[in-house]
């Protein structure tokens, strides 16, 4: 410990910010698996790089609220974070497995966390990992459990979906709106990572206004709505569209709109992690993003 520092991430360290997150999530996975899961498996080439731009984006937004454990071997442990309006969100946090239980997270978070003191509120998502889930309770959040939707969608079961365009950079007013109703704040710059990354669905009438983010798995990334009945055709819509196997993640009890949904696709219903909230109530209609929330 006597060679660790803590300093700023720069953008060339993203590629090892990957890996030590890659690793720590898979051991914290392997570890809490239930007889039944699928073996965890490591992400794949092109997840692990939307990862790493993820974090080359946070680095250039939110330079303050990213951090790396270094020692002599190279980078043992990150922490990301962006502040958006009044609102905190821990993006991501981890140490290498082989350093865990070393003192070294505490003072990344303690960085991490310092860049949003004069926020309102703050967002996490967090693995079921005992070790996380006290750090952030102690850190003050309050603890919603997780679920996640996961199979083969029942083509059958789809409805006829209508008023839902693809979107592009001409919908971030109407986004960040949504997202200040359900969040108390935009995403703001995020936007056009997930615009350039993933592709953007929306839905916006008389009666109701939404949008859904379709991320590199074929996954609903991010979705946001007015009301649920418009929440449940933007879902739908991305469900349609998934290939083969699907995982809606990061369902909160506030949206039993999108169990519904689920169910009804044929999907299996599952509980994984917690949304950690601090100063607000579950979002809802709204499916959060696990980093930028």
Partial sequence: MEDLIIRPMT?????????????????VDRRVRRAADPEPSPRTPVHAATWAERTRHLVRTDPE????????????????????ETLWCLATYAVSPDRQGQGIGRPLLAAAMHHGRACLRGMLSSSTDPRAVRTYHRAGFELHPQMHLTGTVDRNAIPVVEKVRDGSAGDVDLMDSLDRLARGAGHGPDHELMLRTWRLLVSDTSTGRGYVYVDERGRPGLLAASDRRTATRLLWAALAQSPGEVTVPH?????????????????????????????????????????LL
């Fill in 11 to 27: 953008e060339d360290d993203a590629e090892a910010a990957e890996q030590v997150s890659g690793a720590a999530f898979l051991e």
């Fill in 251 to 291: 369902v909160t009890a506030a949206n039993q709109w999108a169990i519904d949904v689920g169910l009804a696709a044929g999907l299996e219903l599952h509980q994984e992690g917690y949304l950690a909230l601090r100063g607000m109530r579950p979002p809802a209609p709204y499916v959060h993003s696990g980093a």
């Fill in 65 to 84: 609220g990213c951090w790396v454990a270094e020692d002599r071997t190279g980078v043992v442990g990150i922490a990301t974070s962006l502040r958006r």
